[in-house]
Each structure stands twice: as C-alpha cells, then as structure tokens.
C-alpha cells in the first residue's frame, strides 16, 4: 500500500481457477514482477535525428513473476511440478497482497529450482511464471 513518499512491499499470492473463485496455490516470501512491452518506433526524416515511439502501443506484452516461494500443501507442489514438466499453461490469478490488485490470465512456468534443508524444514523453491494472452489488471483498491 502506498504511504506519503513510498510503496511498501507486499506478498504476492499465486492462484489457480477464475477470479473469485480461486484456491491459493502457493504463499510467497519473495518476489519480482514485470511488466514487459517492446516500444513501436515510428522515426521518420521529420524526427531530427530523434527516435520518436508510438504513443500508448506496445507489442510482445508479457506479465512475468519470478520468486522464492512456500508450498502451502502437497497438491500445490504436485501442481507446480506437473505444470513445468508438461508446458501447459495454469489460469491463474497474481495477487499483490492486500492492495487488492491482481493480474488474472494464463501463465507457463518457465523455471522451478527447489533448495530442500537437511534440517527437514519447508522446501523454498524458485519460479518464473510468464504471461501468455490477455492478462487482465485490477487496480490497487483504496484502503
């Protein structure tokens, strides 16, 4: 949530199933999200030499997630697992802790790293999730 001059940081949640109707996959310690576009350059001889890009268009839009993460089960686990392995895409929605915001569309798992402690404590595994399609933004709701 936002604060005079800062953003706090937030959990973000992964879930699976539509908005509204989701089950939490996984619960997060740690994490990055981009928001990725390539620009359209329209430069032309009246630019001076300038690069001018198209206003308000991107293409190649993609949602990517990547973070250090906490199974809350063994079924999530599994899920995860039989995602990266197969390719196939999870409906999924990204929460941004309790800002409200979330990001809701097919992603792939592209990368699954676990790091098991000898100790017998919980698996902490490292994902990158990426967007595929239309990924639908709610925006951070007022607190």
Known sequence: MATPGKVKGSDYYIMT???GAETQLIGQLEGTMTIGGEPIDV???SSQEFIELFDGVTTSKQITFSG????NNDAAFEAVRAAAFSGEHLNAVVKCGESGETYTGNFQISGVSDTAPVDGTAVTTAVNFGSSGVVVRTPITAP
Do not use: A, I, R, V
């Open 43 to 45: 430069t032309n001889k």
């Open 17 to 19: 199933g539509t908005s």
């Open 68 to 71: 250090s993460l906490h199974y």
